[in-house]
């Protein structure tokens, strides 16, 4: 590919989240999105028509649009693994929404079909290569907080079902609030601490059925299979430990808290579900312990971005030869940490995390995928 040609870019799924990324992607002269495929080629049509999107179809369309360098894989979790699966073997690099897979083999099976073709994949979250989540790693970094010691997150209200029209899927295997959201927590705490060694939780669910709350069908019931409340426990290879909380049963509303602390202080990171945020510090020793230490903003610094700030990333590492962040290979570390979680809340265990990832680059402050490579 010549050093100024856009990547060519197919999606494969438009529903709900993909809006976001298609208006993105356009402010990206690194890409530019040739194809829109859905299983609903009508949905397809019209995504394409109001983004001004040339082409549309199915999605084998996409596979064989030789204009496609990149799929974005927006399908439902359950069959994450299998679509990019068929983009690498298209010949395709691939963006994908999280998780990577349902399933520890289908993850490392995608990562071990890229390598095999020499192609790249990226997973979400990017939210955590915002400005928000970014200027608090650099202060982490900086030292700011002293030595890490441990982190604490929750993410807790009452449950997507209050917004989504068809909300089945999140409260299915694969889904749920550790698999669904897990991801932007624990991105951003590898992010800083580096690879989880081992999880504990405990779970319970709040309701055996849900009655759906918005859309054509609102009033109909529908079941709850997975577990809707988490509390969990990470322990970090490099030292230091997290408690995290997820539910979907909360009459509080308590998104987004992410808080690390060390020796010399704590830093409040904003939601990891959004791209920017303030950023809080409070730099104190434990000889002061006993007083009241104030927080103070941090100026956010750096591109915000939204949804495909990731793809943007990818596009200039694949034109630059440089590892991109937000990679296959913390998307398996996060979704077998995720897996872990779960598995511990089955078992009563204290459940290990085999799989190592290196903590990315934090992004550059004066980086701005907007302007022309």
């Not at 010399?264 to 904003?270: F, H, M, S, T």
């Amino acid at each position: 590919m010549a050093h100024h040609t856009p990547l060519g870019v197919g999606f494969i799924g438009v529903g709900m989240i993909s809006d976001t990324y298609l208006e993105h992607l356009a402010t990206f002269p690194g890409v530019r999105v040739v194809i829109l495929g859905d299983l609903d080629t009508e949905r397809a049509r019209s995504q394409a028509a109001k983004h001004g999107i040339a082409a549309h179809g199915s999605p084998d369309d996409v596979l064989a649009h030789p204009g496609v360098d990149l799929v974005v894989n927006l399908t439902i979790p359950a069959v994450h693994a299998d679509v990019s699966l068929a983009a690498i073997e298209a010949g395709k690099h691939v963006w994908s929404e999280k998780p990577i897979a349902t399933d520890l083999a289908s993850a490392r099976a995608v990562l071990e079909a890229a390598d095999r073709k020499g192609l790249r994949v990226g997973i979400a979250p990017d939210t955590v290569l915002g400005n928000g989540v970014q200027t608090a790693l650099r202060a982490f970094e900086r030292g700011e907080i002293g030595d890490p010691l441990f982190a604490t997150t929750a993410m807790q209200w009452a449950g997507p079902d209050w917004f989504h029209p068809g909300p089945e899927f999140l409260f299915a295997p694969g889904a749920g609030p550790v698999l669904d959201m897990g991801p932007y927590y624990v991105t951003t705490l590898v992010s800083a601490f580096g690879s989880v060694a081992s999880a504990y939780a405990t779970a319970q669910t709040g309701q055996a059925n849900r009655t759906k709350k918005v859309g054509d069908r609102a009033g109909e019931e529908f079941p709850v299979l997975v577990p809707t409340t988490v509390q969990a426990t990470l322990s970090f290879e490099a030292g230091g430990s997290a408690q995290q909380l997820y539910s979907w049963d909360s009459p509080i509303r308590r998104m987004g808290f992410v808080e690390l602390v060390g020796t010399e202080g704590a830093l409040r990171i904003p939601d990891p579900n959004f791209f920017t945020g303030a950023v809080r510090l409070a730099q104190t020793t434990a000889e002061n312990a006993r007083e009241d230490t104030p927080w103070r903003d941090l100026a956010v610094e750096g591109v915000q971005g939204g949804r495909g700030l990731g793809i943007a990333d990818m596009a200039e590492a694949i034109r630059e030869d440089r590892a991109h962040r937000a990679s296959g290979e913390m998307g398996v570390h996060v979704l077998e940490t995720l897996l872990a979680i779960e598995e511990s809340t089955r078992s009563g265990a204290i459940e290990r995390v085999a799989s190592r990832v290196a903590r990315p680059a934090t992004v550059p402050v004066e980086w701005d995928p907007t302007l022309a490579a």
